[in-house]
C-alpha cells in the first residue's frame, strides 16, 4: 500500500529552510529562525530567500525601491475585488482571485510580493465600505500594509511586531502550499500560475491552520483562575486544544518562541498587556494539563497561539489571518519556485492501483433499473 500522505518521502532538495521536527529546530536558508526574524525587514528575507545571501545596503535599496513601484494595484484588479467584495467572498477567495491578475501588467517576482498586501487591504476596505488606500512610498513592506489596511502613520512598534511575523512563517519546508508551487513549476509553467495554485492549497483548513480558534481559547476562558476547569473540561471530552501540538514538532514550535517574544514586546509597548498575561497563563495551564493527560505526546505550544495573538495586538481581525500568512509565505513559493526552475524535471510521483480489473462492458439497456 503507498504512502497516502508521502509522509517521510524525499521530493526536493533545498537550500531555502529546514525543519527539525524532534529538536524543535528551524532553519532559513542557513540562519536560525529566531537569530532571523527578529533582526531582518521583510525586503532582507525575501532577499535572502531568493538570492542565498543578505544583500547590501545598495541592493537592499534597489529591491525596496522596485517592490514600492509593483504595489500600485491596476484598475482591472481593483474592479475585481469590488466585485468580490460585493459578493461578499472570503479574503482568501478574493485574494486567489485577483493574484491571477498580475500577469495582466507583470509576471516579476516583485510585482507578485508587492501587490499581495495591497491586494488584502484593498479587499478588506471595500469589504467595509471604505475605499481602498494607495500605498505610501516612503514606507516598506510590513509598514505599508497596516498603512493600507488602516489609514494613519503605523507605530513602529506593532511595524517590528508584524515584520518579526513575516519573517518566521516566510518558509517552513515542504508544506502542502510550497510543494503544490514546485510541481506546478516543474510543469514549466509561468510563476503566477505557481502562485495561484499554492494558494488554493493554503486556503484548506488542514493546512493554513487554526489561528483564530487558537485564541478564541483564550477569550473563552477570559480569567486565568477559570483555566484549570475549563481546559480540563475540553481535554476530558476529547476536545483538540488549538494552538498546541504540531504534527512535524515533537517539542517546542521555535516559531512560537520567537511569536512569544515579539507578543510580549508589542503587548507591553502598544497593545493591551492584560491579555498577554492572560494568553501566557492559560499557555501554562494547558501545557500541564496535556503532560498530565497525555503524557510523552509532548504537545507544546505552536505557532498558531502566538500568531492569533500577535495579528490580534496587530488589529487584524480573524478573517484576515491566512490572508496576512500568505503576504509572508508567498516570498517563500516564489524562492522554491525559483529553486526548482534552475535543476528542473518534472515532478511524478507514481500512484499504486487498488481497484477492480478485467471488467466486462454492460450495456445501458441491461444496467439494474
Request: net charge neutral; aromatic share 6%; charged share 25%.
Amino acid at each position: 500500500m503507498g504512502n497516502s500522505g508521502l509522509e517521510g518521502v524525499v521530493a526536493a532538495r533545498t537550500r531555502l529552510s529546514a525543519v527539525d521536527g524532534e529538536r524543535g529546530e528551524l532553519l532559513i536558508a542557513g540562519f536560525p529562525v529566531g537569530e532571523l526574524a527578529a533582526h531582518a525587514t521583510f525586503e532582507e528575507t525575501t532577499w535572502l530567500l531568493w538570492h542565498g545571501d543578505l544583500p547590501s545596503p545598495r541592493q537592499l535599496d534597489v529591491f525596496r525601491a522596485a517592490l514600492g513601484r509593483e504595489r500600485v494595484l491596476s484598475a482591472p484588479t481593483l474592479a475585481l475585488l469590488r466585485d468580490c467584495a460585493r459578493a461578499g467572498l472570503d479574503p482568501m477567495d478574493a485574494l486567489r482571485i485577483a493574484a491571477g491578475t498580475i500577469s495582466l501588467t507583470s509576471a516579476d517576482p516583485c510585482a507578485i510580493v508587492g501587490q499581495f498586501p495591497a491586494m488584502v487591504a484593498a479587499f478588506w476596505r471595500l469589504h467595509h465600505g471604505l475605499e481602498p488606500l494607495a500605498p505610501r512610498p516612503d514606507l516598506g513592506h510590513a509598514a505599508n500594509y497596516l498603512y493600507m489596511l488602516h489609514g494613519g502613520e503605523p507605530d513602529p512598534e506593532r511595524v517590528r511586531a508584524l515584520e518579526t511575523y513575516l519573517n518566521t512563517v516566510v518558509d517552513h519546508g515542504l508544506n502542502a502550499s510550497t510543494f503544490t508551487a514546485r510541481v506546478i513549476t516543474s510543469t514549466g509553467s509561468d510563476l503566477v500560475s505557481a502562485v495561484v495554485g499554492a494558494l488554493g492549497a493554503l486556503k484548506g483548513p488542514l493546512h493554513g491552520g487554526a489561528p483564530g480558534p487558537a485564541l478564541d481559547l483564550v477569550f473563552e476562558i477570559a480569567d486565568a483562575t477559570r483555566a484549570e476547569d475549563i481546559l480540563r473540561r475540553k481535554i476530558e471530552s476529547g476536545e483538540r486544544l488549538m494552538g498546541f501540538g504540531h504534527r512535524i514538532y515533537k517539542v517546542r514550535d521555535p516559531r512560537a518562541d520567537v511569536l512569544a517574544a515579539a507578543a510580549e514586546r508589542l503587548f507591553t509597548r502598544a497593545a493591551d498587556r492584560s491579555l498577554y498575561r492572560l494568553a501566557r497563563d492559560v499557555e501554562a495551564t494547558a501545557i500541564r494539563l496535556l503532560e498530565e493527560y497525555k503524557p510523552g505526546r509532548r504537545l507544546q505550544t505552536n505557532v498558531e497561539f502566538y500568531t492569533a495573538l500577535v495579528l490580534h495586538g496587530l488589529g487584524l481581525e480573524v478573517p484576515l489571518f491566512t490572508p496576512t500568512f500568505a503576504i509572508s509565505r508567498v516570498s517563500g513559493w516564489i524562492g522554491h519556485a525559483l529553486e526548482q526552475a534552475r535543476t528542473n524535471r518534472i515532478i511524478r510521483p507514481q500512484s499504486e492501483y487498488d481497484g477492480p480489473r478485467d471488467r466486462l462492458w454492460i450495456p445501458l439497456s441491461e444496467r439494474p433499473k
